[in-house]
Nanobody
């Protein structure tokens, strides 16, 4: 089982990034997927969840209306489109599967 995040980087406030999470080694299409983040010096914060088919998504209040989760089950890939980024969105972003698998994370830094 492997989850590999990509797409992080440095962006100015108000900017956008799209994170990807490539899955392998398990039946990706059968599992709910989540995005979780950890800001410097803080604990884990759940960001978003998407059901196995991609038709239902859930968001933390802190990102609702700015972030959009999606998935392509044919490509075994999860996405997180992040718009109107704020400095408080700075964190290491992880994808996680409902089978308890986690990726290694991708760093997002929002700063001018």
């Amino acid at each position: 089982v492997q989850l590999v995040e990509s797409g992080g980087g440095l962006v100015q406030p108000g900017g956008s990034l799209r994170l990807s999470c490539a899955a392998s080694g398990f039946a990706f299409r059968d599992y709910y997927m989540s995005w979780v983040r950890q800001a410097p010096g803080k604990g884990l914060e759940w960001v978003s969840e998407i059901n196995s088919g991609g038709g239902s998504t859930y968001y933390a209040d802190s990102v609702k209306g700015r972030f959009t989760a999606s998935r392509d089950n044919a490509k075994n890939t999860l996405y997180l489109q992040m718009n109107s980024l704020k400095p408080e969105d700075t964190a290491l972003y992880y994808c996680a599967a409902s089978n308890s698998s986690w990726g290694q994370g991708t760093q997002v830094t929002v700063s001018s």
